[in-house]
Every structure is written in structure tokens, then in C-alpha cells.
């Protein structure tokens, strides 16, 4: 009975490489547009480059790249500074349209790197939150952590404090490995 179901799962496997084979090398242009974006797909996130968004929003907390998000979510906030979580964040018109514009045109879903494709297809049609950390990415990617290393751990306090684990999250590089957990030391889920 083993011998038939690796036959049956061999046969299966040789059909669908096939078959993924010929839509590949298929002429058809959308295709072809499609697959030429993941090839060129850059590993992590793209660094913030723009002065005027460290200096605007970096000065109150870490410069998140536009990445991490999804343009919508930018989009909310950036039209909402008059209550941004709490604060007031609001900017002159000019500023505001600067910024906007750097986040909604590096947005996950419109910058080719691999960590906003993976924050993106993990969402898939669920709804777009307006928090990094209720991405439904974030949330996998973190769920082994426990709160005495994060919220209670006063040289982190929050999810949000990126850089307080990732050494090199304003390169934008978030690997696992290389998370060091202040007062706990490298992390190995």
C-alpha cells in the first residue's frame, strides 16, 4: 500500500511540475510581469532614506519603514496626525504631503522586498490593521515571545520598540537570528 501511494504522489508531483513548467515558460505578458517581480525581489525591507521622515517622525519614535505596512493603513493615519495614537502629530500641509507620498509609494504591496510581500500575503483578505504590531505577520512572527521579555522588560516595554531587539532594523534587516533581547541575550525560537 506504501509503494502505491509513492507512485500515485510521485505521478502527482512529476504532473504538477509539468504543468507549472509550461505556465512559466509561457509568452503571456501579465505572466511574465508577474514573475519578473518576485526574481527581483530584495531580501528584508527598504531602508529609510527620506531626512524629512526621520526627522518628522523619527524624533518620537523609531522611523518605521513604509514597508511594514500597507498603503490604506498609511493612508488612515497620515489623514488622521491630529490624533496619532494619542498625540497630536499634525503637520503643514506641504510636510504632510512630502511624507505621504514617501509612505504610500514604498508601502507593502507597492515596494519589492521580501519582508512586505511576506507581511502581505500573510494579511491576505483579512482586514488591514493601522499597527504594525496587529499585522498578522508581526503577530506570527512573534507569538513565542513571552511578555516578561517584551512588555514587562523595561529596556523594550513594547512590541513597537523595533530597534530595542533588531540591532539592525533602521538598515531595514529583521532576521531572527540576529535578535538580541536586552537583558535576555540572543533570542533562538
Known amino acids: 500500500m506504501k509503494k502505491l501511494h509513492r ?3 510521485s505521478t502527482l508531483t512529476v504532473s504538477l511540475l509539468s504543468i507549472t513548467g509550461v ?8 505572466n511574465n510581469a508577474l514573475f519578473s517581480w518576485f526574481k527581483k525581489t530584495k531580501t528584508g525591507i527598504d531602508p529609510v532614506e527620506s531626512q524629512r521622515y526621520i526627522e518628522e ?25 491630529d490624533d496619532h495614537f494619542g498625540e497630536n502629530a499634525e503637520l503643514s ?3 504632510l504631503n512630502t511624507l505621504r507620498n514617501f509612505l504610500l509609494n514604498n508601502a507593502a504591496g507597492r515596494s519589492n522586498y521580501g519582508l512586505p510581500n511576506k507581511i502581505m500575503a500573510a494579511q491576505g483578505d483579512r482586514p488591514l490593521p493601522l499597527r504594525i504590531t496587529e499585522m498578522r505577520y508581526f503577530l506570527h512572527e512573534h507569538s513565542e515571545l513571552p511578555q516578561r ?41
Open 7 to 9: 507512485v500515485i504522489a
Open 23 to 30: 505556465a512559466l515558460s509561457s509568452n503571456d505578458e501579465s
Open 57 to 81: 517622525c523619527g524624533s518620537c519614535h523609531f522611523p518605521y519603514q513604509p514597508g511594514l505596512l500597507p498603503a490604506t493603513s498609511w493612508e488612515t493615519i497620515t489623514n488622521n496626525l
Open 93 to 95: 500641509e506641504s510636510d
Open 149 to 189: 521579555m517584551v512588555q514587562d522588560n523595561p529596556k523594550v516595554k513594547s512590541f513597537s520598540n523595533c530597534d530595542s531587539c533588531h540591532q539592525s532594523a533602521k538598515q531595514g534587516l529583521y532576521d531572527e537570528h540576529d535578535v538580541t533581547i536586552p537583558g535576555f541575550g540572543h533570542w533562538d525560537d
